[in-house]
């Protein structure tokens, strides 16, 4: 229980789903406590769960390891626990209590929890922000996962092995992490190489991100005839090789929620959004849109899968072409003018590692109070920007 300013106390139930547990649903009421309250407070927090009072000594404690720390149960819930306290620079301490001992607050929060259990309101703490396009395509079953997976797996070249391949490869997972080299990537790793030039590269306007690289107007408007050839292609392709009815083909092509942008008038559909099936293909997934075209047309399973995947690998081929490749040029060429070489990079890293390490250990953190902001602080850089890390070395 807070001490609030208020006159009367606040007070809130809910219920967690997903595998509930008693020890999950006191980390719930913990974190949703501390979301309410105001910065430098001093918070007391009385439960009885024992568990939960070792698991919060456990994760504020600086010598655990990240690696030990995502091992704790529930850990996600109390990093978003750590990270309300780092934001807020709050001061918690967590008392026992015995269970059932006549305690009023905690009697009432016995209450709480029981009128919480049958709420039709519900918490959703969204720790994982990443790929969240993904999970929402996911949860409205847009995505062809078995055929994906099986993308993901392709090799168009008869060598189990190969500088292509690998080069494939490293595409499609920068494509599926969302983690090409655009431009406000590279500005957030290096600032003050690329803190002149953030914006597209093709028409100027908007910043460059990876969701804006394949939903620029300008560059939708490059693709557009050759989508459109594509499509002329895929329809004479079908029709010479499959083994049943073709009847409904052009209508399947034409409605289809990946070409219908392309096909229609200009100005007679909205621009593709991320919540668009054209997004999801142009980041290398199959969507049932996609391989919904070829079912019930070839007899032979194998037949029909290595179609799916060989048109498919020639459209997202042909999108990389049409969009990243000319971009990447004109990025080259940026470079070269403005003395940008792969020596810059590494440069910059060695400068800001030193200045980092006289900044990354200063004195006030032996004078001061053990608090847990600065072992989070690591923990999160790690899970939020890893990733970035690994492809910026990879790519550049
Ligand atoms: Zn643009």
Same mark, same amino acid.
């Given at each position: 229980?807070?001490?609030?300013?208020?006159?009367?106390?606040?007070?809130?139930?809910?219920?967690?789903?997903?595998?509930?547990?008693?020890?999950?649903?006191?980390?719930?009421?913990? #974190? =949703?406590?501390?979301?309410? #309250?105001?910065?430098?407070?001093?918070?007391?927090?009385?439960?009885?769960?024992?568990? #939960?009072?070792?698991?919060?000594?456990?994760?504020?404690?600086?010598?655990?390891?990240?690696?030990?720390?995502?091992?704790?149960?529930?850990?996600n819930?109390?990093?978003?626990?750590?990270?309300?306290?780092?934001?807020?620079?709050?001061?918690?301490?967590?008392?026992?209590?015995?269970?059932?001992?006549?305690?009023?607050?905690?009697?009432?929060?016995?209450?709480?929890?029981?009128?919480?259990?049958?709420?039709?309101?519900?918490?959703e703490l969204n720790y994982y922000t990443t790929n969240s396009v993904l999970k929402q395509a996911s949860f409205h079953q847009q995505i062809d996962w078995?055929?994906t997976e099986?993308f993901f797996?392709?090799?168009?070249?008869?060598?189990?092995?190969?500088?292509?391949?690998?080069?494939?490869?490293?595409w499609q997972r920068k494509m599926v992490n969302n983690l090409l080299?655009t431009?406000d990537i590279?500005?957030?790793?290096?600032?003050?190489?690329?803190?002149?030039?953030?914006?597209?590269?093709?028409?100027?306007?908007?910043?460059?991100t990876n969701d804006s690289l394949w939903l620029?107007?300008?560059?939708?408007?490059?693709? #557009?005839?050759?989508?459109?050839?594509?499509?002329?292609?895929?329809?004479?392709?079908?029709?010479?090789?499959?083994?049943?009815?073709?009847?409904?083909?052009?209508?399947?092509?034409?409605?289809?929620?990946?070409?219908?942008?392309?096909?229609?008038?200009?100005?007679?559909?909205?621009?593709?959004t991320t919540n668009s099936i054209?997004y999801l293909t142009a980041r290398q997934i199959i969507t049932?849109?996609?391989?919904?075209?070829?079912?019930?047309?070839?007899?032979?399973?194998?037949?029909?899968?290595?179609?799916?995947?060989?048109?498919?690998?020639?459209?997202?081929?042909?999108?990389?072409?049409?969009?990243?490749?000319?971009?990447?040029? =004109?990025?080259?060429?940026?470079?070269?003018?403005?003395?940008?070489?792969?020596?810059?990079?590494?440069?910059?890293?060695?400068?800001?590692?030193?200045?980092?390490?006289?900044?990354?250990?200063?004195?006030?953190?032996?004078?001061?109070?053990?608090?847990?902001?600065?072992?989070?602080?690591?923990?999160y850089?790690?899970t939020d920007f890893q990733f970035y890390q690994i492809a910026?070395?990879?790519?550049?």
């Open positions: 229980m807070i001490q609030p300013s208020t006159l009367s106390p606040i007070t809130f139930s809910g219920f967690c789903k997903h595998f509930p547990s008693s020890t999950k649903a006191e980390a719930y009421a913990i #974190c =949703t406590a501390l979301l309410i #309250c105001p910065p430098r407070a001093k918070v007391n927090i009385y439960t009885y769960s024992l568990c #939960c009072i070792n698991t919060f000594q456990t994760i504020t404690q600086r010598l655990v390891t990240p690696r030990r720390q995502l091992k704790i149960p529930n850990y819930i109390w990093f978003i626990i750590a990270k309300i306290i780092a934001v807020n620079s709050l001061t918690v301490t967590l008392h026992k209590v015995k269970a059932h001992s006549g305690n009023v607050h905690n009697d009432k929060a016995n209450f709480l929890a029981k009128a919480g259990l049958t709420s039709i309101h519900s918490i078995s055929m099986e797996k392709y090799n168009l070249h008869d060598r189990p092995t190969s500088h292509k391949l690998t080069k494939f490869r490293a080299p431009m590279l500005y957030r790793r290096y600032p003050t190489l690329f803190k002149d030039k953030r914006t597209c590269w093709t028409c100027d306007q908007h910043e460059e620029c107007s300008v560059n939708l408007e490059i693709l #557009c005839p050759h989508i459109v050839q594509f499509i002329q292609d895929l329809k004479t392709d079908i029709r010479q090789t499959c083994d049943y009815g073709d009847s409904l083909l052009e209508q399947e092509l034409n409605n289809n929620s990946i070409f219908k942008f392309f096909l229609q008038l200009r100005g007679n559909l909205p621009l593709p054209f049932h849109d996609f391989s919904y075209i070829f079912r019930e047309k070839y007899k032979h399973k194998k037949t029909l899968h290595n179609k799916i995947l060989s048109k498919f690998y020639e459209l997202t081929q042909l999108i990389k072409r049409i969009i990243w490749k000319p971009r990447n040029d =004109t990025f080259k060429k940026w470079k070269v003018a403005q003395w940008i070489t792969k020596h810059s990079y590494k440069q910059y890293r060695r400068k800001t590692k030193k200045t980092r390490s006289h900044t990354d250990h200063p004195q006030q953190h032996k004078n001061e109070e053990p608090t847990t902001r600065y072992h989070f602080s690591n923990v850089r790690n910026f070395f990879r790519s550049l």
